[in-house]
């Protein structure tokens, strides 16, 4: 996997890259739709590529885990030809969503143990077990394990945390050293930096994983509880540690201002549900702003969807339809919105690309954050 | 709208014909998928169409009455508008799932009271009411209102819930002649058959409605309950009464095996919501047998969904993928299992309406009925 950074946008630490991976190239900033059980919720795969314009996938570690698990992930010959997606994918490393379990998992110098939420059965994820899942997922980019600080943790739990991270961080690296891919395509581990909203934690996490050599850096435990200011101030502690010529990955952000304003400091790739999730809904997010469908006001609004939106459902259907099948709990409701939200983000960072090539981002940005934070 | 007869098969009451409408022209034999609220479940209209090959879809009177209601689809200008499918719609009258609301509903000689199943709130549906409902929609094809007589009902109850359609029948015919289309295509009512499973009463059924003329027939109380010998039975009583130069739509019917049955007995038109609910419980149809995605046996099996398949869902997931999606409760399962079951009834009744118009039909049905009711 190789970076190569085009250009840095002027008044801004925007920039815009190109990643290779072995399933195709990325060009940064990217939104990466999650795919948790390896589908992107309620989208084809040959929309998700040819119509929404998705160059890269998530898939979830720890749901891919349980089910359908890793003897059939393995017997397809990985993630890549059990869900057919053939572009890159990323996998996070199951720590997020075994410390969402709360009472449901134990955490230890060794691991987390944790009881699955679909039987309730016991496993465990060490450092070590997590890169050899990820192994045979066989996600070109594979995350670091950590533990995802919550975002109201005191001063000493958060240190004490980062340091468990960094002591599983070179646990994950000497793992990756000891294993190999499976299926004759490169894998990437990013670390990812913690330190939740404490300056110096922060920049000592940054710091920290500048000493491992690697494809790309990760920043998590953000966009969990904490302010935007506290988000953004962490992202400007971090990114001016990490090496220019690696990507960062902002982890489980945004909303479309939230992106802008992290791509404004220097952020490269992001992932959230938020696009699938609140368009199942009936939350749409427009150039102009955010639609709530279920509004009394949409029921007799036969404009498109989205008049200025790339996708074909933006065309195709008009807002009152789509109000009316989101109210009657339709299953083609959440695919549209789903499908229209994806769209958007992905037009969103194309977008952003192309104005910091042009020089323009600061300006541009400065408009759309107010209005995409606009109601409709 | 008009039907052209084009060939009816040696040996065999199979018909193919043309039948044209405002919106367009369909092919007989022909299948058409359920939008039971204006929507086909899980089926984007593209697909549907281009993909899937739909002719006409229908959708549920009832249903688009209580929501989004007539005030929405008579300022969007009518269902077409409305969904945005440009092709023939055929509504039904209603009658059926008032009926099927059982405690709920209260029959009388000017209609049926009914609550809603959304709200509990009270309506009354009565032959001209119906008729007022569908001129709103719009659809090419609106049906009378009649009582679907259930299946195990007795030979007095079922002679006057006969006499009691034919009277709402008569206002039905009436109300079509005091109103007018909406939006400047032409409408056609189809008179409904029922009779329960007394040749006696269906013999008069049929006779009555050839009374009234119509551009179509509709055979409608069956695959209600009754057993499989008893709904052919009455096919073959009620069509060789039935015009030969006008169209014969069996109502809500059925498996692969009842359609070509059903063709063989010279039946044209069809719709039932078994496709997409079943395929969203795992089941799906194909041309060698019936596959419970759900079994265990498919877990490990790499192999496309369907490799006969005509669709893209077909060929583009494999059945490991597919049973680890409606395992999971994964949207996408749903889809796809849908869109596999629609693209198989389409291409079974184009294939039947091959074979009719090669003077095949009989032999093909034959084989067919063996392969189409074996479990995988």
Redesign the interface.
Known sequence: MDFTLKHTATGSKARAGTLNTDHGRIETPIFMPVGT??????????DLKEDIGAQIILGNTY?LYL??GMD?IE??GGLH????WDGPILTDSGGYQVFSLGAMRKLSEEGAKFQSHIDGSRHLFTPESVIDIQRIIGADIMMAFDECTPGDADFDYAKKSLQLTQRWLERCVNQMQKTKPLYGHSQSLFPIVQGAVYPELREQAARHVTTIPADGYAIGGLSVGESEADMYAMIEVVNPILPIDKPRYLMGVGTPVNILEAIDRGVDMFDCVMPTRNGRNGMLFTRNGVINIRNKKW??D?SPVDPDGTS??DQ???K??LR??I??N???????ASHHNLAFYLWLVKEARRQILADNFKSWKEEMVVKLAQRL
């Open positions: 059980a390896g589908s992107v919720k309620g989208i084809h795969k040959k749901h089910r359908p059939i017997r397809a030809k059990f869900n057919g029921a007799d036969f074909f459902v195709n259907y008009t009152a339809f009316h099948l109210v009657a339709e299953m083609l409701g959440a695919q549209i």
